[in-house]
């Protein structure tokens, strides 16, 4: 098993939350690429072969901010069947990081083509243009912005938006960044090579479980599967307030 993990950008992970309808046809362009590739790299179709996966999707980071990205459990191969009816599993080679940058790329063009044919997502006049002049669609850039006249339309869209950009929301500071002591980087993912980066996806394939290694894919299901907040780092201050400890970077 393969856990491939894509983070999507903010306005994304706005829309994510606002219309979950949207997302999980999203989410299936997403199993529809990563299953293809699969498949291709054995020499086979989805006729011949057949690969499958489990996701989860979290909607939250270790800052406690709303950050939707989906955990995806990918069988590492295929299932073939034989001439006599058997079934043969077929192991892929692990991903290189210019493959994974590349499946980014066709992830952020099949996404954003899909968002402007539901027309909810614009791009500047620019950014349709390539060089020669000519018009493109597809891919989200970093000017592409969501369409619509619902943004930010209610106490619940606000409080979405405050928590994506982590700004404060509801007390007289209202707007402002939140105030941090020291800015580390996020370190509790145990994310390694390969990954790929393009227009604010990120996508990485990086961690597996060998058939063998029950134990590793045991602790693989369970990070995957946590909760948004740990009893454990809640706590109150002398003064009342609730004090959540953010999980600190191992040298």
């Not at 999203?26 to 529809?32: D, M, S």
């Not at 058997?86 to 996404?111: D, E, G, W, Y």
């Amino acid at each position: 098993m393969r856990q491939w993990v894509l983070s999507v950008p903010f306005p994304l992970r706005y829309l994510f939350a606002n219309r979950p309808e949207i997302m999980g046809q999203v989410l299936g362009i997403v199993y529809h690429t990563l299953a293809t590739h699969l498949l291709k790299k054995v020499g086979f179709s989805c006729k011949t072969a057949q690969t499958g996966a489990v996701t989860l999707i979290q909607r939250f980071g270790s800052a406690l901010n709303l950050n939707i990205h989906f955990h995806m459990l990918f069988l590492d191969g295929v299932y073939v069947e034989r001439s006599d009816g058997s079934v043969r599993f077929r192991r892929v080679k692990v991903p290189k990081s210019a493959k994974v940058t590349h499946l980014t790329h066709t992830l952020a063009h099949r996404i954003g083509r899909f968002l402007e044919r539901q027309g909810l997502l614009e791009r500047d006049a620019d950014d349709c243009m390539d060089a020669g002049g000519r018009a493109t669609h597809g891919a989200v850039a970093e000017n592409s912005y969501l369409a619509g006249d619902d943004v930010e339309a209610g106490p619940m869209d606000q409080l979405l938006g405050h928590s994506i950009t982590y700004r404060i929301a509801v007390d007289p500071r209202q707007g402002r960044k939140v105030f941090t002591l020291q800015m580390l980087p996020p370190c509790d993912e145990p994310f390694v090579d390969p990954v790929g980066k393009v227009a604010g996806f990120s996508l990485h394939a990086g961690v597996a479980a060998k058939a063998h290694e029950r134990k590793k894919l045991e602790r693989l299901c369970c990070y995957i599967s946590r909760p948004a907040i740990s009893e454990k780092r809640l706590s109150l201050t002398p003064n009342g307030n609730v004090r959540y400890l953010l999980p600190a970077c191992r040298p």
